[in-house]
């Protein structure tokens, strides 16, 4: 039986910047398929306004986890997204963008993930904005990909849709709580994993699913 991993997320969500060498290692060295579910955590209802305490706690947040996973937080971060009162929290264009790869090259949705973290993290661009991720999108050659996330299409929006609410259901059903979840569909069945250790051992998770 193929293992499958749903990796339950947000790109917006620092903790699963912080997860991302671990899923990576997965990814790259063992056959077990990722399916990664964007889970809306961060938009429509839940987006909010940047504002002096909430970019205080997210920069607190961002240093621990840079301290436990070596991920880099950058002051172009800091200074341009952080401190920037014009910019929503809001995750909706850059889940839309990532769902328009994965509707084109879905093999490539975890490379335009890692894409656009690194554009908000390190080079402090704001990701919630179309034109940055078009841009992101083109450079990494996943024209029809920009195309169909500027279309806006009634088929997008429906696709969007159905991936949180599939989220949220196994969110529910495995009384999981916040991003990153991941839940392993392995022989055994179905199970979720505790992801602690992936921050201090990016090679943890791929123990739990081969071991």
């Given at each position: 039986?193929?293992?499958?991993l749903y990796?339950?997320?947000?790109?917006?969500?620092?903790?699963?910047?912080?997860?991302?060498?671990?899923?990576?290692?997965l990814?790259?060295?063992?056959n077990?398929v990722?399916?990664?579910l964007?889970?809306?955590?961060?938009?429509g209802?839940?987006?909010?306004?940047m504002d002096?305490d909430?970019?205080?706690?997210a920069w607190?947040?961002?240093q621990?986890?840079q301290?436990?996973t070596?991920?880099?937080?950058?002051?172009?971060?800091?200074?341009n997204?952080?401190?920037n009162r014009?910019?929503?929290?809001d995750?909706?264009n850059?889940?839309?963008a990532?769902?328009?790869?994965?509707?084109t090259?879905?093999e490539?949705?975890?490379?335009?993930?890692s894409a656009i973290q690194?554009?908000?993290?390190?080079?402090?661009?704001?990701?919630?904005?179309?034109a940055?991720?078009?841009?992101?999108l083109?450079?990494?050659?996943?024209e029809?990909?920009?195309?169909?996330?500027?279309?806006?299409?009634e088929?997008?929006?429906?696709h969007?849709?159905a991936?949180a609410?599939h989220?949220?259901?196994?969110?529910?059903?495995?009384?999981?709580?916040?991003?990153?979840?991941?839940?392993?569909?392995?022989e055994?069945?179905?199970q979720?994993?505790?992801?602690?250790?992936?921050?201090?051992?990016?090679?943890?998770?791929s123990r739990?699913?081969?071991?």
């Open positions: 039986m193929t293992r499958t990796y339950l997320f947000d790109p917006l969500c620092g903790w699963c910047y912080g997860a991302t060498p671990a899923v990576t290692y990814r790259n060295t063992t077990v990722v399916q990664p964007p889970t809306g955590l961060f938009s209802d839940g987006a909010s306004v002096d909430f970019a205080a706690y607190s947040n961002d621990r986890i301290s436990m070596g991920q880099p937080f950058t002051e172009k971060y800091r200074a997204v952080l401190a014009q910019q929503l929290f995750s909706g850059a889940t839309a990532l769902t328009a790869v994965a509707l090259e879905r490539r949705e975890l490379e335009a993930l690194k554009a908000r993290y390190v080079d402090g661009l704001d990701v919630t904005s179309q940055t991720l078009v841009g992101i083109q450079l990494l050659e996943l029809e990909a920009a195309s169909l996330f500027v279309s806006s299409s088929a997008l929006h429906a969007i849709q991936r609410s989220a949220q259901a196994l969110m529910q059903a495995h009384g999981a709580r916040g991003v990153p979840t991941f839940i392993a569909e392995t055994g069945g179905i979720l994993l505790q992801n602690s250790a992936i921050y201090h051992d990016p090679q943890a998770l739990m699913l081969t071991d």
